[in-house]
């Protein structure tokens, strides 16, 4: 077995919704069923999610404030007034404000830019930047992703004279600013239809009403914020994304084709995925470890070797920023593991922080722990001088992070968010406190389930109905991020093939899928980021059900479907074969490690019960292999005893044989029956490893009824004289090519039966011996139930071993339970 990293959830839809709407708007199935999937169930409003343009966008004078924004700019531009646009230091705040120094180009304003730094002023406005632009002769700032809190900052701005019109996405406090005009789809009261625009998509809509026109020219900016911002892609996000590609695809920007360029992106392929994971990280590196300015300057340059060049330096920037996350997300490790240690298992809310570390690459640390263990995680960063933490929050589904804050507001100086992020400013002393209130939050919202993550698929399939085709139908549902996610499949019961590393660090996965289809075989090939954990927990014998994303491989001109593997399921009881496997030792050790790695109490003899188990039926022999009973619970039979299994170590005495989850089988047992008593027990088992190791056994070959006539006439050919016995032995095995060992054994059965009697003058045979079976000698039947062992245990393909082993197991369980019925 294998247990999934997440919880599955498998959309379940009306087939008669999908045929009707299949119908109607003559799609595929897939298409429609996807559509139905998202809620998106009516022809209409499925038409213009597929089809939808410009026809979609509303009309910006339906955001409150903008007639007020746009006379007093207008007055602006025709008096010649000098005017600041202040944005923000993000992937959303830098391309608002190059989608307003391309707008006021070309308006032919009089304009400068201005975006603060982000260690040393912080988010927002500030009163030093207000009177710096007095002092510049700015008459009117136009914000931009920021303001809508900025209620002392903007009254200081008035009192210098300068009106400020606020353009922002944020969620409206209950005060607002008193502005010039405040334009914000969630400002209370607002008429516009569409909430969830970014700041850069309010950027656009002012720059659609000064226009009087849709810009286009400004869609590819729009695009990136939207993106970056993660804003849902649905309503009029959805035409500004799919159009803003649209253009980036033959962009004549300058500073974009650089992008793409050092992020190895062909303009021709560009899609909301680049914008995401290629473009706005490049972006927002700028503003994380140096100014954001930089950011702006690329992307408004109209010299392409310039644009390159800077391009370059924010690669370099980028290249940084994650060499910082690897160092700091390693060090919160570590911070986590001394936590988890102490306090006997990780908490419900982690709160970790140091000095000196990097606070514009805080939230990306938090989220990387919450995709390692999937808990509301708060990464702060602590002034060595003022010893004050400034943090970023990252949460789970059912723990609103925001909501949590707000009760232990009273800790913190500053702080703001939502649900799933937050930001906060509180002094060191404080952070064991507020620790200790969110744990107690978590205790109350959060049950044992929800620190599993969900994974919603959109559908079952198999690899046969993956193609090309299928791929191209769902590219009519892109572009695909937040709201409108990449459809997700479940492919049950694949086998693999070549399943390797690859990476520099060898950290991804590459595989091949199977999966047999009536007399046909289907193939995929698959690849698994940050995956190469799931390899040694995957048997050659697996049948796994995976889950993942459709994508098209294209490698010297041939291009081939594949999977973007996110999780996998093996949901039956897996085999590993290590028979005859070299270098054992060092395979059990590494075993006994990554199970340590999974259960703190595993192998340590301390609390708690052992989840591997060695079976080891020749305990004298076990017992040679000292590394065998320090690193794991051995349970054994002992020579001469009952039969049945024991505990042979402390370990094994202080835990259950029946909660054991790895079951090491080391060595041949005297008998299969023995061996099904053994697995009977084994009610908690997701993994065998078959071992089987057969030490110094001598020859177990079983004899032929004419071997065995041979060797009793050569006895009896002596009338009755005794035969030196290593002459015999000799004699015989020269003349029958019989081995003097095989020989042997059979000499030993015949005594037993009373045929012959063997003594040091020789050996001879008995006068008139009673007529006995073969199979009545306890040594034949020992010699033929070794074999049987053998045939079954040494010489089966791992698929029927696996299959025998399942068999057995169950087969003896029902025995048991029939017996204790009756």
């Not at 500073?255 to 290629?278: C, M, P, S, Y």
């Not at 960063?381 to 507001?409: N, P, V, W, Y």
Request: include cysteine; hydrophobic fraction near 40%; charged fraction near 25%.
């Amino acid at each position: 077995m294998l247990q999934a990293r997440a919880r599955w959830k498998i959309s379940e839809v009306d087939a008669r919704q999908v045929e009707e709407l299949s119908n109607e708007l003559h799609i595929s199935p897939l298409v429609a069923r996807l559509l139905v999937v998202r809620g998106i169930a009516d022809k209409e409003h499925a038409a213009a999610f597929l089809f939808g343009g410009t026809d979609l966008i509303h009309d910006p004078f339906l955001l409150d404030g903008m007639d007020q924004a746009v006379a007093r700019i207008r007055e602006a531009l025709e008096q010649g007034q000098y005017i600041r646009v202040y944005g923000d230091y993000d992937a959303d705040g830098v391309s608002s404000t190059t989608l307003m120094v391309h707008l006021l180009r070309q308006l032919n304003a009089s304009f400068d830019y201005y975006i603060p730094h982000r260690v040393h002023e912080g988010y927002g406005l500030n009163k030093a930047a207000m009177e710096a632009a007095r002092d510049q002769g700015v008459q009117l700032i136009i914000t931009v992703d920021t303001g809508i809190s900025a209620v002392e900052e903007i009254a200081y701005a008035a009192e210098l004279g300068i009106d400020i019109i606020v353009t922002d996405h944020h969620e409206a406090p209950e005060r607002l600013p008193d502005a010039f005009a405040i334009i914000n789809p969630k400002k209370p009261g607002c008429p516009y239809p569409f909430k969830q625009l970014a700041g850069v998509g309010v950027a656009l809509k002012l720059a659609q009403a000064l226009l009087n026109r849709w810009p286009e020219e400004l869609l590819e900016f729009a695009a990136i914020g939207t993106v970056a911002d993660l804003m849902p892609l649905l309503d009029e996000n959805r035409v500004i994304v799919r159009q803003g590609i649209e253009r980036m695809r033959s962009t004549s920007n300058k500073g974009i084709r650089a992008l793409l360029e050092v992020g190895g992106i062909a303009a021709k392929d560009v899609n909301a995925t680049h914008i995401g994971f290629a473009l706005a990280p490049r972006i927002n590196a700028s503003g994380r470890l140096n100014n954001a300015d930089d950011a702006v300057r690329l992307l408004i340059s109209e010299d392409l070797a310039s644009a390159v060049q800077m391009a370059e330096e924010l690669d370099h920037l980028n290249k940084e920023r994650q060499r910082l996350v690897e160092e700091m997300t390693k060090e919160a490790i570590e911070l986590l593991e001394q936590k988890k240690a102490e306090q006997g298992g990780l908490p419900g809310v982690i709160v970790l922080a140091r000095e000196q570390w990097n606070v514009g690459v805080i939230g990306i640390v938090a989220s990387k722990l919450v995709d390692k263990v999937y808990r509301p995680t708060i990464i702060l960063g602590i002034d060595q001088e003022t010893g004050m933490a400034k943090g970023s929050a990252r949460s789970i589904a059912g723990f609103d992070m925001h909501q949590a804050l707000t009760r232990c507001h009273d800790l913190m100086d500053h702080f703001g968010g939502h649900q799933a992020a937050a930001g906060m400013t509180l002094a060191r002393e404080k952070l064991p406190e507020l620790e200790r209130r969110l744990n107690l939050l978590a205790e109350e919202w959060l049950s044992p389930e929800d620190y599993t993550p969900i994974l919603q698929a959109d559908l079952v399939s198999t690899l046969e109905d993956v193609s090309l085709e299928t791929i191209r139908q769902l590219e009519q549902l892109s572009p695909f991020g937040m709201g409108n996610p990449t459809p997700r499949f479940v492919i049950p019961s694949v086998r693999y093939q070549e399943l390797r590393t690859i990476g520099k660090e060898q950290q991804h996965i590459k595989l091949t899928l199977q999966q047999a289809v009536q007399e046909t075989s289907a193939a995929l090939d698959a690849v698994g980021f940050n995956k190469s954990g799931l390899l040694p927990w995957i048997s050659s014998t697996a049948a796994m059900d995976v889950l993942g994303e459709l994508s098209v491989n294209e490698w010297n001109g041939v291009r081939k479907p594949q999977m973007i593997l996110q999780d996998a399921r093996i949901e039956h009881i897996q085999l590993f074969d290590w028979r005859g496997a070299a270098k054992l030792e060092n395979r059990l050790k590494e075993l006994a490690e990554r199970l340590q790695q999974q259960s703190p109490s595993l192998g340590k003899g301390g609390e708690g019960t052992p989840m591997s188990a060695i079976i080891a039926f020749d305990s004298n022999a076990a017992r040679t292999q000292r590394y065998l009973f320090e690193s794991y619970p051995v349970w054994g039979m002992e020579p001469g005893g009952k039969p049945g299994l024991i505990p042979l170590n402390g370990m094994a005495e202080r835990g259950s044989l029946a909660e054991a989850t790895d079951w090491i089988l080391y060595d041949l047992p005297p008998s299969l029956s023995e061996l099904e008593s053994a697995v009977a027990q084994a009610v908690k088992v997701q993994r065998w490893y078959a071992v089987f190791s057969s030490g110094d056994k001598k020859e177990s070959s079983l004899p032929t009824r004419d071997m065995f006539k041979k060797v009793y006439g050569a006895v009896q050919q002596q009338q009755g004289r005794p035969l030196a016995r290593n002459v015999f032995l000799d004699g015989i095995s020269r003349r029958s090519g019989l081995s003097p060992a095989l020989v042997q054994f059979m000499l030993d059965v015949f005594t037993e039966l009373g045929f012959i009697h063997q003594s040091p003058e020789g050996i001879t045979a008995v006068p008139q011996p009673a007529k006995k079976d073969l199979a009545t000698s306890a040594l034949y039947r020992k010699r033929q139930q070794s074999m049987e062992v053998e045939q079954i245990l040494l010489y089966s393909s791992a698929q029927e071993l696996q299959e025998w082993l399942l068999k057995a197991a169950q087969t003896k369980a029902q025995s048991t339970l029939l017996e204790e019925i009756v």
